[in-house]
């Protein structure tokens, strides 16, 4: 993986304020071998989170059950008549369940008697671990940015691989809750850090191709739980299955780098260099002697020191002060809200429609794995149409296109036409996922940017926790009930996606009273860009080098 910048392995431009660190990483080789045997050993991360967070679609699948009150200690569910109450009658007790488990299997509906009255135990198995991601979000960035991303995404994974192996051999339902959300924890800690390495790894012209195909392992990921979860139907066992790739982090202890870039940021200079130094050499570059390469670090780190500096003085690093500025003036408080409900909308969603999907087919393994096939294309397609013909048309089309394709699916009767729309709605809410998180920080102010991200990512968080209730206790009451929600919200979020900027091209806002006066979208469109401008930051690094 060779940036094209690099190919004739000048060394890069500096600006007239002085070097950047990216003008420092080309010099090294830009993003080439070292980077590329980095960022594919360190995607496997995305894979276990695929396990984690889809695995409860075959953990928690509900096998046909009765009640056997009134019937002989030793009857199974093949011996029961068929007028045998699926559910009591409201205000009764069940204190005997038999089950069909030649389906899928023994799963911890079975094993803790989850259903009927005692079904929205099963949705907090799987919102707990939100939750826990939840928390985890909130508060990363803060020991990341203090500590370092190495160890605390190391510490994330040995959490997450503790609790995962753990939770093979619990035997209570509240232990499992518990260990769950804090698996939750760990997956945060573990993913968010990780991908803020391997974007700080890798120069502007290449963070939007590596920041979309970092997750496709999640997709692949997706794909081979239906093949574990098949050949595997006891709920444990899968939970072995999927906890046992986990221990591959214990290699990480030895091959994971810290980020370059955050030790210069930090003043790290000697640990920043030698780091520097690996890469070049892998990557087959020659760096400056010692001398010259540590003049041009200091240099970056007081750039980089006096925008902070400035920053506090205007007191842009206060939290509260950020948050209170996202909703403060009416632009941006109509953008901020519209967004807010976007990602809402897609977090509810994107892990409601996959959750769904296995009612739409005679097989949820088929179903599962054809969901995470289409996520591939999902990850590409939409950002070659947002190149062409923009951001705001592009997630417009996409939530109207995930709502076109999910609310017909009450009235279809035929499962392979209502598994093709399932499938296709999953493409379009999976694109519009993914745009979002390019497309929001485009619109952003910069000095607000990270926070205003933040807050829409917790949007879609309470969407991703929220989406097990509606599965489980909304179907109760009609079996269309789930897919009306998901397709409303996405028509719902379509429709207000038309109140958002468009931004292919232009020049980002740097303030509040910028996004306010509306100059920056005044100004004609760069006809020139390319799928590498869709990255904020790429823009700024071009402009820098010009």
Known sequence: MVAPESVD????????????????????????????????????????????????????????HRCADGFAADVGFASLPADAPRCPSAGANCSRWVYDTSDVGNTVVAQWHLVCGRKPLLSLLQSVPMAGGLLGALTTGMFADR????????????????????????????????????????????????????LEIVTPEWRLLIGLLIQVPFALGVMALSAMAYLLPNWWHLQLAMAIP?????????????????????????????????????????????????????????????????AEANGCLSFLGQLVQLLRTPQMRRYMLVTFFCWLAAGLSYFGIAFDLGQLSASRYVANCLSGLVEIPAYIVPWMTATRWGRRPTVCALFLLAAASILPVVAVRDWRLSLTLGLLGKFAVTGAFGLLYVYTPEYV??????????????????????????????????????????????????????????????????????????????????????????????????????
């Open 246 to 310: 986990t221990l591959l982090y214990i290699i990480d202890f030895w091959v994971m780098p810290e980020s370059p870039r955050w030790l210069v940021r930090t003043g790290r200079l000697p640990a920043a260099t030698a780091v520097l130094r690996r890469i070049a050499a892998t990557n087959g570059a020659v760096l400056p002697d010692d001398d010259a390469l540590s003049q041009m670090l200091q240099r970056v780190y007081e750039a980089e020191r006096s925008q902070k500096v400035a």
């Open 9 to 64: 392995k000048k060394p890069a431009e500096t600006t007239d304020d002085g070097p950047t660190f990216d003008d420092v990483l080309r010099l090294a080789g830009g993003s080439g071998r070292w980077q590329l045997k980095h960022i594919v050993w360190l995607s496997k991360t995305c894979i276990n989170l695929s396990f984690f967070l889809m695995g409860m679609i075959f953990l928690g699948a509900e096998p046909e």
């Open 445 to 546: 102010p910069t000095l607000l940017r990270t926070i205003g991200l933040g807050a829409a990512s917790v949007s879609a968080r309470i969407g991703s926790i929220v989406a097990p209730f509606i599965i489980d206790l909304a179907r109760e009451a009609h079996p269309s009930a789930p897919t009306v929600v998901f397709g409303v919200l996405a028509l719902l979020a379509g429709l207000g996606a038309l109140l958002l900027p468009e931004t292919a091209g232009r020049h980002l806002p740097e303030t509040v009273a910028e996004l306010e006066s509306g100059a920056w979208l005044r100004q004609p469109p760069d006809c020139r860009e390319t799928i590498a401008d869709l990255l904020p930051g790429a823009r700024r690094d071009q402009r820098a080098a010009s």
């Open 147 to 198: 500590f370092g991303r190495r160890p605390v995404t190391l510490a994330g994974s040995t959490l997450y691989a503790v609790t995962a192996l753990a939770s093979c051999a619990v035997h209570h339902y509240q232990l499992l809750l518990a260990i769950r959300f804090v698996s939750g924890v760990g997956c945060a800690f573990s993913l968010s850090p990780l991908v803020v390495l391997i």
